[in-house]
């Protein structure tokens, strides 16, 4: 730290993102990536031609990228947002929506880190809402709560999803607050609530193009809200970073929508995946919370999880281990291939002496 940083980021703690080791060549399972390569339709894309337009600014108007998106789920351009990765949607969000008094936000204790991350950044009055014993979010802690709500649909990282139904009763019960849902994980088997945003002005739904589309690396995500709201993150966009989409990404996404079938099949494949590893996990006395997502979050009463995650890692398998109290002994293993999962059961096996 130097002498110059601003006082009120002091005792900030920074969000921190999983390890991206290069020391060895991993089985890499901690950081929810796809284990598909983007489709051909972004591999061809991305070429020559494109590389020489970089010359140029992207548009920061993102139309053609916000009308395929509105397309897709049957909604105008102006109910789409997007920018540099979800990340860059919630810091947006937090920037635009959350403050002091009737801007005070809530969000899950055990949840995405980085909410308190930008809760603290900009000094939002902020609460977090312990989960159930069941490591579920508790739909009626937030019933009526009359404040922001940010809550991530599969929930992250314990993998458990609340149906729309239970949603929609929380975003009808706070019609003067936000309620910003974080659906990162939502194409893995979860209900969106995407369809709800007609109905409701005070519903952001926040979706990511990392995770089920392919392409982390490109940093892609969309909102989808009532018109006021995207003009809102508009405004913060305009007033910070007007390019925040790059060409070769705007074009990566454009791509990605119109492959749309490619992905959702890649989901299938990883959620038929997830369910093998699952079961295979139990049959050895792992107990594994009921994923509707890309990673499933388990635990032994054979060994703790910070152990296990050190012993697989010994063996070339990266998982993500949290230190938190409440959950130290699970790890959160993402789903990849068929073979990359062998590896990981085999490894487990070895470990415990099965
Ligand atoms: C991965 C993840 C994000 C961030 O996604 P990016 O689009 O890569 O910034 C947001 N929310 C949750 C819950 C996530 O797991």
């Known amino acids: 730290m130097s002498r110059f940083l601003n006082d009120r980021y002091l005792s900030l703690k920074e969000y921190v993102p999983g390890e991206q080791p290069r020391d060895m060549k991993y089985v890499k399972l901690n950081t929810n990536e ?40 049957g909604y105008g351009k102006e109910n789409v947002f997007v920018a540099n990765g979800s990340d860059d949607i919630l810091n947006f969000s937090f920037m635009a929506f959350c403050g002091a ?8 204790e055990i949840s995405y880190g980085f909410y308190k991350v930008y809760a603290d950044l900009y000094g939002v009055d902020y609460t977090e809402i312990p989960l159930a014993q069941d490591f579920s979010v508790d739909p009626e802690d937030y019933i009526g709560i009359g404040k922001n709500i940010v809550i991530a649909n599969p ?18 019960s706070n019609p003067d607050n936000l309620v910003l849902v974080d659906e990162a994980y939502v ?20 979706r990511t193009f990392s995770k ?74 792992f107990e594994v919370l009921d994923s509707k997502t890309n990673f499933i979050f388990a635990r032994t009463p054979e060994m703790g999880g910070e152990e296990l995650y050190a012993e697989l890692k010994k063996r070339g398998v990266l998982v993500r281990h949290f230190a938190r109290e409440s959950i130290k002994d699970f790890n959160r293993i993402t789903i990849g291939t068929d073979d990359e999962m062998n590896v990981f059961l085999r490894a487990v096996k070895e470990i415990l002496g099965k």
Do not use: Q
């Open 34 to 73: 796809s284990p598909f390569p983007p489709s051909e339709g972004v591999v061809d894309a991305i070429n020559a031609d494109s590389v020489r337009l970089l010359k140029l600014y992207p548009d920061p108007d993102c139309s053609e990228l916000r009308e395929k998106i509105a397309g897709l789920f």
């Open 101 to 108: 008094d009737s801007h005070s936000v809530v969000f899950p």
């Open 155 to 172: 929930n992250a990282p314990t993998g458990l999803a609340l149906d729309r139904a239970t949603v929609e009763r929380i975003v009808a």
């Open 187 to 206: 194409d893995f088997g979860a209900e969106s609530c995407v369809g709800l945003v007609g109905k409701y002005d005070n519903l952001l739904v926040v």
């Open 212 to 285: 089920s589309y392919s392409l982390a690396g490109a940093r892609l995500g969309f909102a989808i809200g009532s018109e006021g709201l995207i003009a809102d993150l508009n405004k913060i966009k305009f007033s910070t970073n007007p390019y925040n989409i790059n060409r070769l990404s705007m074009i990566a996404g454009c791509r990605a929508i119109e492959d749309n079938m490619y992905y959702m099949n890649n989901c299938k494949i990883i959620a038929r995946t997830r369910r093998r590893v699952t079961e295979e996990l139990r049959n050895i006395g």
